[in-house]
């Protein structure tokens, strides 16, 4: 499974001839590559994975997908990874 994580870029560079931003997740900033979306402006969020924005997305949209992971993160360390069913913590539903 893969997982994109939403951002909001707050720094644009040209790096070596490719277009590089700093994108904050919460209170992490990490560097993106801003080659799939070259429309990206600074204030804009994005979709990131493996290091590479790889589409814009609503500020409202990111804002619940944000809260979501939040939420899910929480659970886990409540519950414990050991204790959540099988299908939620590995490769989707389990086969039975």
């Known amino acids: 499974m893969c997982l994109a994580i939403p951002g909001k870029i ?3 560079e040209d790096a070596a001839g490719l277009r590089q931003a700093r994108v904050q997740f919460g209170g992490i900033i990490r560097e993106a590559s ?3 979306v070259p429309e990206a402006q600074i204030g ?3 979709l990131v994975h493996v290091g590479f924005a790889i589409s814009r ?3 409202d949209e990111a804002k619940q997908t944000l809260a979501d992971l939040e939420q899910m993160a929480r659970l886990t360390e409540e519950v414990g990874a050991d204790e959540m069913p099988e299908h939620s913590v590995q490769n989707g539903p389990s086969r039975q």
Do not use: A, K, P
């Open 44 to 46: 804009d969020y994005v």
């Open 57 to 59: 997305i609503d500020e």
């Open 34 to 36: 801003l080659e799939l």
């Open 10 to 12: 707050v720094s644009i």
